[in-house]
Antibody, heavy 119, light 112 residues
Framework: QVTLRESGPALVKPTQTLTLTCTFSGFSLSAPKMCVSWVRQSPGKALEWLALIDWLDDKDYKTSLKTRLSISKDTSKNQVVLTMTNMDPVDTATYYC???????????WGLGTTVTVSS | DIVMTQSPDSLAVSLGERATINCKSSQSVLFSSNNKNYLAWYQQKPGQPPRLLISLASTRASGVPDRFSGSGSETDFTLTISSLQAEDVAVYYCQQYYNSWTFGQGTKVEIK
């Protein structure tokens, strides 16, 4: 059974750096074609894709956020870490990680973690 | 970036009736080398994460009821719920993954 779980701070201050961890089980990120992605959703808004990392350690970022995002993986711990710098109140959202397949999309999602940016 | 535009933003359908959601991409998402459209549909119920319904424009994900179907090619796509059930009340999103990943703005489906 594939599961993913997001963890990180519930509250960050403006200008701080957010670090989120996705811990997964049921698959290996070293296996061919496996990827993990991050998606966020501001309250009452649409889904917004942020970043992904694949089994080859290739990475992709949302163009408009590229300078603020960094994604990495620890295959031995089955974890993917997303950092976002210079947080702003508009970054308040629920952040999801999902297993991703380049051919079939995001097939398994975590429950999400809510992050509020406020002083 | 490829922009995905869904229509309508919301719709209300009677139980047992058909619901149709449209999705238009700002450029083709058809990969010529394998003739596949890199377009997915997701369902999101309140308080829940999204759920993959359809990939490659028309391939249902595992466990998805056959009342959900996807169609279309290149820039124009449709998600159809053939006979709306109460449990289908949700927001539906299209997503392209031909060039990076972008979602549409979502379509809210309610019971009339």
């Amino acid at each position: 059974q594939v599961t993913l779980r997001e963890s990180g701070p519930a509250l960050v201050k403006p200008t701080q750096t957010l670090t989120l961890t996705c811990t997964f089980s049921g698959f290996s990120l070293s296996a061919p074609k496996m990827c993990v992605s991050w998606v966020r959703q501001s309250p009452g808004k649409a889904l917004e894709w942020l970043a992904l990392i694949d089994w080859l350690d290739d990475k992709d970022y949302k163009t408009s956020l590229k300078t603020r995002l960094s994604i990495s993986k620890d295959t031995s711990k089955n974890q993917v870490v997303l950092t976002m710098t210079n947080m702003d109140p508009v970054d308040t959202a629920t952040y999801y990680c999902a297993r991703l397949d380049y051919l079939h999309g995001m097939d398994v999602w975590g429950l999400g973690t809510t992050v509020t940016v406020s002083s | 970036d490829i922009v995905m535009t869904q229509s309508p933003d919301s719709l209300a359908v009677s139980l047992g009736e058909r619901a149709t959601i449209n999705c238009k991409s700002s450029q083709s998402v058809l990969f010529s080398s394998n003739n596949k459209n890199y377009l997915a549909w997701y369902q999101q119920k309140p308080g829940q994460p999204p759920r993959l319904l359809i990939s490659l424009a028309s391939t249902r994900a595992s466990g998805v009821p056959d009342r959900f179907s996807g169609s279309g090619s290149e820039t124009d796509f449709t998600l159809t719920i053939s006979s709306l059930q109460a449990e289908d009340v949700a927001v539906y999103y299209c997503q392209q993954y031909y060039n990076s990943w972008t979602f549409g703005q979502g379509t809210k489906v309610e019971i009339k």
